[in-house]
């Protein structure tokens, strides 16, 4: 399958915006989040994460985004690269694109990296433990926010 991971215009943060919406109810299993009145979940992080946002695409059909910010949050180290948010639409799952497109991106922004998965995102844990198995990242579990993440750092 070819992957293109391409950085998303400001023109196509609206694309993104609603990616968020399935991202947010593939994790609600998992981790609670608030739906507004008009039935949309509550993401208000949008804005702070919209640094390096990137569009994946499987084949030329969208397959997903991701959010790439410079500081870690959740830690408060400054001088390193963060996972914010990372997304792949479940038709394009378990066959190599999410792999291929962390690896991509590490490319890109290349230097120290935190990626941080909440401790109750089973499915998440699986993915980031299998894709940054060959970056031996050093895991800590944190408390943020009143929940509890790994934190995966690595170079």
């Not at 993104?16 to 949309?40: C, F, K, N, T």
């Amino acid at each position: 399958m070819a992957l293109e991971v391409r950085k998303a215009a400001d023109s196509e943060r609206p694309i993104i915006e609603r990616l968020v919406q399935l991202y947010l109810y593939d994790m609600a299993s998992e981790h609670p989040w608030p739906l507004e009145p008009d039935g949309r979940y509550t993401y208000d992080f949008l804005d702070r994460f919209w640094q390096h946002p990137y569009l994946l695409y499987a084949n030329g059909e969208l397959a997903g985004f991701v959010l790439v910010i410079r500081g870690c949050p959740i830690t408060g180290r400054a001088d390193c690269w963060f996972m914010a948010e990372f997304f792949v639409l479940r038709p394009y799952r378990r066959q190599g694109l999410g792999a291929e497109a962390t690896r991509q991106l590490f490319v890109r922004h290349s230097g120290p990296w935190h990626v941080a998965v909440l401790q109750s995102n089973w499915t998440a844990l699986a993915f980031w433990g299998r894709a940054l198995s060959a970056y031996e990242p050093a895991v800590a579990p944190t408390v943020f926010d009143g929940d509890n993440w790994l934190v995966h750092a690595f170079r």
